[in-house]
Structure formats: structure tokens, C-alpha cells
């Protein structure tokens, strides 16, 4: 669904429904200033983690499951999401997949039918306890609620200007634009049990440091499986360093480093006799295009290839990833990934900032460039930006900076 009607749809149907599920709730307790505070903390026999929007987040919500399986041995772990994200956490094997629930995101009519189904299985499997990670959707903390369940943790704009999403949460947690979401995401863990006020508030001798997730183990057949196709299908890479350039925004392409900067570097990478492979979805087919014709007509060279399309899962990018030494990429779910496997990695942030999403692993270097503006994608305003795609803080970053790191990587990997 398009993100413009998500963001349609969250407004002007969420607002209504969460007032309307506030009110029930504020009748049904009686208790309509203190409610918050008088939540009974009984030992959960099942949680649903919601972090419906990107696969991304849910690597670095790794930690967050590890936690809650070890501080709640005998609860049932379930997890709902988009259908498209369900893969990566399979992959990250952080719960049976029996309890993953997922939601269809395709069309208006197979997010409401999917929704439906998944309330009903999150009903069935008695869910006290319901952990909203979602940056102030609505649509999110009403889930929560429909789970069925009595403890409801999410993040509240409390005194802040964040997006109103009612009163029904009742373990509210103030969301931090200064901490790394992973951190907050554990903090959301915490709050099933904390006294404090705000839930996030801890002791001064306790910290809240995300661990990054292991590596994926890989069946050895798949990443052979992968190398001989890529020697078959493009000889003419046999032999070189293999470096991936993701040039895609997907459906927030405010975030893409400009393409004439992608050539640049491509050109100083083959000129220093590596293979260059552009990655993405096929969307990204008509931009991988124009960056490979760009860059073979500028170096002459037939060591860049076009591989959109090529990997037909999230397990064969991984792959992908292992035969390749160093991937440069937007910000977005490939440079989450990466960290899943062995591969250097090279992000490149503007309208969000590494402070609050890079990548858990010191095998990744984020480029930044700490404009005024920047970060402009956040919580508090749905990640519109406000400069109408004039990108500067990304179009600031030479490629000559980029190429230069790209080959330490390199001499490393």
C-alpha cells in the first residue's frame, strides 16, 4: 500500500478509533487519571511483539527478543508483522515460527481482511502482554489493544508534541530522539515490570546497551549455490573483488545518495580493478540500469552488473553477501542485513541519522554530514521531510570520501 494512504489512513481512521478505544477503556476502568498506574504486573504466559513496518528494525530488535525469552522463560513469544518482513525473522531464529502472525500491507482490502485474521489468532493464543514498537502509528497501539491483551507496553508522547495515539496504552514509555532505537526497544522489554515514572527510568549503575545479532548460519550449499551462478551468469567479474552499491531508496527515496555520486564512486572502484554489482528489488531495476550503463560508458569496463531482481530471498542476499567484500549502501534494510553476515559495510545517513539507526556491528563506518536540518525524517512528523527532496545533507558527501573508505574496507576484508 502506498505510504502516502498509510499515512491517509493512520490520521484520519486512527485518531477516531484510538479516542473511541480510549473512552471504552476510561468507562470499563473508572478509573480514568489513575488507570495507568493501577495495571496488575501478574508473570506473562504470552507476549505479541508488533513491529509491523520495517525489516530493518527487526535486526536490531534482536536483542529485545533474546531479553524478554531469558526474563520470561515460560511465556510463549508471538510477533506480528508485514508479511514481507516475516523472512528475516525467521532467519534471525528468535521464535517458533508457528507464532509469527503476519499482515498483508499489498492492498487496503488485504490489510483489513489479513488484520482480522491475525487479531483473531493473537486472541486464541490468550496474549497478556503486548509490546507496541511502532514510532507513534496508530494503527499499532490499537492492535495492542484488539490482541486482547491486559498489559499494553508502547511508546506515549507524554509531555512531548508526538502523535496522538490515545490513553489505552497503559505501560507508556517517552520515546527518546537522542537514544539508538535498539536501546529503546529494550527499554520497551523493561517497562512490563517497571515501577518507575516514566517506565523508562533507570538506576544509575544500570545501562541499556543493545548487543548486536549473530551472525546468520547459512547452509554452505547456498552461498556455493550463489557463487557459481554469479562466475556462470557474468564471467567477466571472475577473479576481482566483489564490491554491492544499493542505490534505491524504496519508498522513502529522500534517503538516496544521488546517482551521478554512485557513478563516481563505481568508476574509482573499477578503475581499481573490483567488480561492481548494483542490489535491490526489481523496482530498482530502471536505476540499477542507467548506473551500470553510466558507468561502462564512462570506464569502459564490463565489470559492472546489474544483479536487481537476482537474489529471490532475503537467505540468497545474505549469500550474496558473503561471497561479496564490502557493500555501500543507503540507509535502509540491505546495510541492516549486512550485519547478519561477515561483510564490510559503508551507510550513508542525511535525513535520518546514525545516532539513532546505524547498524550494531564495528564492522560498519556511517557517513554523516551533521547538516542543521538533519535528521528531518522523525516520529513526530511521519518521516516527511520538509525540503521537498533537495537532499543536501546526502549530495554534500563527495564520492572521493567514499572511495577512499571503501578501500580501507577493502585492504580489512
Known amino acids: 500500500m502506498n505510504i502516502n494512504l498509510q499515512r491517509w489512513v493512520d490520521r484520519w481512521v486512527g485518531i477516531p478509533l484510538c479516542a473511541g478505544v480510549s473512552l471504552f477503556e476510561s468507562i470499563k476502568q473508572g478509573l480514568v487519571k489513575a488507570k495507568a498506574e ?29 531479553r524478554l525469552k531469558q526474563r520470561y522463560p515460560n511465556a510463549t513469544l508471538h510477533a506480528l508483522l508485514f508479511g514481507k518482513n516475516r523472512e528475516i525473522l525467521d532467519l534471525m531464529q528468535v521464535m517458533d515460527p508457528a507464532n509469527v502472525h503476519t499482515v498483508d500491507d499489498k ?31 496508530r494503527i499499532s497501539s490499537l492492535l495492542s489493544f484488539a490482541s486482547g491483551a491486559a498489559l499494553r507496553v508502547g511508546f506515549h508522547r507524554r509531555t512531548q508534541e508526538g502523535l496522538y495515539r490515545g490513553s489505552h496504552i497503559n505501560r507508556r514509555v517517552p520515546y527518546n530522539p537522542y537514544q539508538h532505537i535498539s536501546a529503546q526497544f529494550l527499554t520497551l522489554a523493561r517497562a512490563i515490570e517497571s515501577t518507575a515514572n516514566p517506565r523508562s527510568k533507570l538506576a544509575t549503575t544500570v545501562t541499556l546497551a543493545a548487543k548486536p545479532a549473530p551472525q546468520v548460519e ?74 551500470v550503463a553510466d558507468v561502462k560508458q564512462s570506464s569502459n569496463s564490463t565489470a559492472v552488473i546489474d544483479l536487481t531482481g537476482y537474489t529471490r530471498s532475503i537467505a540468497e542476499l545474505l549469500a550474496l553477501f558473503h561471497v561479496a567484500r564490502l557493500l555501500v549502501t543507503n540507509d535502509g534494510g540491505p546495510g541492516q542485513f549486512a550485519t547478519l553476515t561477515p561483510i564490510w559495510t559503508l551507510m ?48 554534500v558527501i563527495a564520492p572521493e570520501q567514499v572511495l577512499s573508505k571503501s578501500r580501507e574496507c577493502l585492504a580489512q576484508s
Not at 38 to 66: N, Y
Not at 353 to 378: D, G, I, M, N, V
Request: aromatic share 8%.
Open 348 to 395: 550513508l545517513f542525511g535525513p535520518e541519522t546514525p545516532a539513532l539507526y546505524a547498524p550494531l556491528t564495528p564492522r560498519c563506518y556511517s557517513f554523516y554530514s551533521q547538516y542543521p536540518c538533519s535528521p528531518c525524517l522523525t516520529a513526530y512528523n511521519h518521516r516527511s521531510s520538509f525540503c521537498d527532496g533537495d537532499n543536501q545533507c546526502l549530495k
Open 38 to 66: 493501577k495495571v496488575i504486573t501478574p508473570e506473562p504466559r504470552a507476549i505479541v511483539v508488533i513491529l509491523l513496518s520495517e525489516m530493518g528494525s527487526l535486526v536490531l530488535a534482536h536483542d529485545m527478543f533474546m
Open 107 to 137: 492492498s487496503l482490502t488485504g490489510l483489513l481482511s489479513s488484520l482480522w485474521q491475525a487479531v483473531g489468532e493473537l486472541r486464541r493464543a490468550k496474549i497478556d502482554v503486548a509490546i507496541d514498537c511502532e514510532l507513534f502509528s
Open 218 to 291: 547459512l547452509d554452505a550449499a547456498l552461498i556455493t549455490g550463489i557463487s557459481q551462478r554469479l562466475a556462470q551468469d557474468f564471467p567477466a567479474i571472475a577473479g576481482k573483488p566483489l564490491v554491492l552499491v544499493y542505490p534505491g531508496g524504496g519508498i522513502l527515496p529522500i534517503r538516496a545518495w544521488p546517482l551521478a555520486s554512485y557513478a563516481a564512486l563505481c568508476e574509482g572502484l573499477v578503475a581499481d580493478g573490483c567488480a561492481v554489482a548494483v542490489i535491490g528489488l526489481k523496482d530498482d531495476r530502471l536505476l540499477a540500469q542507467q548506473l
